[in-house]
């Protein structure tokens, strides 16, 4: 299949066509109770979590890969990273334009790894968040790198000799993935699916890897930042495993740095003591 099946270079580094989404107070209210979210100001509808800057930009995210990726190849993608980068807060109201581009792939013995830089602006063109998605097409080696990658955020591993500055508990729901599917608009069949799951190697029905990520984010909000959204600069997560519906979670933080009044806070997220959210990175203004 090596043999036959190419990424198209032609493809790299070109926008993809805009998509447009307008942001509802209830679209923002369903998505925070679609993800435990405690925060008032998510819950009212006042300002979107941070998390639900995917929704609007959804559509955007695939076109890229289909200027590149082989279409026989699209089956066999799966999440790897997801970093957002905030400029400005997404507010009911808004009308949002998001376009994307593949930046590079790189090779593996495993897969192919790639990586989606995608804009999204308001009306007026200002821009409010951009984000860094790595997708992994399983079993299929490009047998090269183009490109680049997306910004770095790896653990840094000397900050397990320290103590970490928050560790918190919280629990995903046997209904989670049946809430945050529409909330989402995600609806792919391994998330709502037994039987689908289960032809697809998995154990079951599993969640979405930025629900996952959601419960992190206000997890760390809450802890560190008194539920302030405004105070987030950039979110970043590996995500390592498949989490199960009706599963805890346990997110632990070290302060990594702190340089012109914003402190980098690394994470990871467990689920019985395997790691499944790595190389998280929060970026908070204090």
Not at 50 to 55: C, K, L, R, Y
Not at 150 to 157: Q, V
Not at 224 to 247: I, K, Q, Y
Request: aromatic share 8%; charged share 25%.
């Amino acid at each position: 299949m090596g043999e036959e099946l190419r990424f198209d270079d032609s493809g790299l580094g070109v926008w993809a066509e805009e998509t447009e989404f307008e942001v509802t107070r209830e679209r923002i209210v369903e998505y925070a109770r679609a993800t435990n979210d405690p925060i008032p100001a998510h819950l009212a509808g006042d300002v979107a979590p941070p998390v639900f800057a995917i929704v609007p930009v959804f559509e955007a995210l695939m076109m890229p890969a289909l200027d590149v990726v082989p279409i026989e190849l699209i089956g066999r993608l799966v999440h790897g990273e997801q970093d957002f980068h905030f400029h400005r807060l997404i507010r009911p109201g808004d009308r949002l334009v998001s376009r994307g581009r593949m930046i590079g792939y790189e090779g593996l013995p495993n897969g192919t790894r790639s990586t989606i830089h995608v804009e999204c602006r308001d009306q007026d063109g200002e821009l409010v968040n951009e984000q860094y998605v790595t997708a992994f097409f399983r079993g299929f080696d490009a047998g090269t790198k183009k490109g680049e990658s997306g910004p770095a955020h790896a653990f840094d591993e000397t900050l397990r000799g320290l103590a970490p500055v928050l560790e918190t508990s919280q629990h995903l729901d046997a209904d989670q993935t049946f809430r945050y599917a529409p909330a989402a608009g995600d609806p792919m069949p391994i998330h709502l699916d037994e039987q689908v799951a289960k032809d697809a190697g998995l154990p079951g029905i599993i969640a979405h890897g930025l629900c996952t990520m959601a419960f992190t984010s206000w997890a760390v909000l809450t802890g560190l930042a008194d539920g302030d959204v405004h105070r987030l600069r950039r979110l970043a997560v590996r995500f390592a495993r498949v989490v199960l519906p009706d599963s805890d979670l346990t997110t632990r933080v070290w302060r990594a740095a702190t340089s012109g009044g914003v402190t980098s806070y690394a994470f990871e997220t467990s689920v019985g003591g395997e790691v499944v959210v790595k190389d998280g990175l929060a970026e908070i203004v204090h």
